[in-house]
Structures are given as C-alpha cells and as structure tokens.
Antibody
Framework: QVTLRESGPALVKPTQTLTLTCTFS??????????VSWIRQPPGKALEWLAR???????YYSTSLKTRLTISKDTSKNQVVLTMTNMDPVDTATYYC???????????????WGQGTTVTVSS | DIQMTQSPSSLSASVGDRVTITCRAS??????LNWYQQKPGKAPKLLIY???SLQSGVPSRFSGSGSGTDFTLTISSLQPEDFATYYC?????????FGQGTKVEIK
C-alpha cells in the first residue's frame, strides 16, 4: 500500500523559511519513473503545482516560485523535503505531496496523494 | 507555462444528470491531460489520465475525451458522491499546471 504524509509547522512568520517533509512508504524513489511532487492550495482556491523531484535526482520548479523553492530527497529515509524561503501571508495554504509516476516522456500521473498539511503565515 | 482553462467554473445539476466539463490548453498538449476530483477537506483523487484512460477503481460513469487543446470530462449519470470540484492538469511540459477547477453542486 502506497502512502504519503506531509509534516511541518502549522504556523510560520512572514520572512521565515518553511520546511516541509513528505514521508512515504510502499514505493522507492530509486525506481525508474518514480517521482514526488508538491502541490499547494490556498483556502477556497485552485491547486498550484510547486515542484517535483525524480528518481534520478532531476528537479523541477514552478516558474513563479523557483527562486524560493528547493526540493531534495533522502532515499534511505523515504523522505522528500521542500523548503520555501521568505514566506508571506499569501503563501497560506494546504500543502500536499503526491507520488508521480512517469510513463515515457510526457505521461505522468499523480496517483497517490498525502492528506495535506495546513500552513498559516502570520505574525 | 501552459495555461489550462476550465469551463464552467461551477454548475448545478441533479442526481442522474449527464454532466460535461471542458478544459482548454493554451497550446497543443497532445493527450497529456489528467482529471482529478476533490471533495471538501480532502486530497485530490486521480480519475482520468492521458485524456481518456480510467484510473483503476474509478466508476465507469466517468469518461474523458479530447486531444490537442480541447478536452472533456463527462459524468454519464451524476451520483450523490460525485458532488465535488474537478480539476484538469497537463503533464506535457514542466512546470505542470492545473485548471482553476469546476465545482459541481446539487441543484
């Protein structure tokens, strides 16, 4: 059974750095085609894709947020970490991690999601 | 970045109705379009991938079609558990992008 769980602070202050951890089980991030993505959703708004790390350690970021984001993995611990610098109240959202599976060059599905963790940015 | 535009933003329908949601990409994404369902307070759930392939375990009343820039999600006979928000998402290029969502409400 594949599961993912997000963890991190529920409250951060403006200008601080947010560190979120995705702990997963049931698959290996060393397996070809396996990836983990981060997605967020501000209250009442749409989903926003943030970043992805692949089995071969390739990393991809949102165009608008790439200067603030860093994604990394610890394969031995089955964890993926996302850091976001210079947090602002507009970054208040539920943050999800999801397993993404690649089939060829273009087909990618986010087929299992964590339950999400809510982060509020406020002084 | 590829922009994804869904229509309508919301709709009201009754149990048993046929419901159609459209998604338009700002450029050709061939068939690399996924659909997700999200219920309040829950994580999104994958319904359809590669425009028309049904994810395992998803009821057959859900179907997807389209290619290029125009795609459709159809629910053939709306059930009470289908009232939710639906998102399209392209996997043709990185960064991945989602539509703004379509909320399906009870009439």
């Amino acid at each position: 059974q594949v599961t993912l769980r997000e963890s991190g602070p529920a409250l951060v202050k403006p200008t601080q750095t947010l560190t979120l951890t995705c702990t997963f089980s049931g698959f290996s991030l060393s397996t070809s085609g396996m990836c983990v993505s981060w997605i967020r959703q501000p209250p009442g708004k749409a989903l926003e894709w943030l970043a992805r790390i692949d089995w071969d350690d390739d990393k991809y970021y949102s165009t608008s947020l790439k200067t603030r984001l860093t994604i990394s993995k610890d394969t031995s611990k089955n964890q993926v970490v996302l850091t976001m610098t210079n947090m602002d109240p507009v970054d208040t959202a539920t943050y999800y991690c999801a397993r993404a599976r690649h089939y060829g060059d273009y087909l990618e599905v986010m087929d299992v999601w964590g339950q999400g963790t809510t982060v509020t940015v406020s002084s | 970045d590829i922009q994804m535009t869904q229509s309508p933003s919301s709709l009201s329908a009754s149990v048993g109705d046929r419901v159609t949601i459209t998604c338009r990409a700002s450029q050709n994404i061939i068939i690399y379009l996924n659909w997700y369902q999200q219920k309040p307070g829950k994580a999104p759930k994958l319904l359809i991938y590669a425009a028309s392939s049904l994810q395992s375990g998803v009821p057959s009343r859900f179907s997807g079609s389209g290619s290029g820039t125009d795609f459709t999600l159809t629910i053939s006979s709306l059930q009470p558990e289908d009232f939710a928000t639906y998102y399209c998402q392209q996997s043709y290029s990185t960064p991945r992008t989602f539509g703004q969502g379509t909320k399906v409400e009870i009439k």
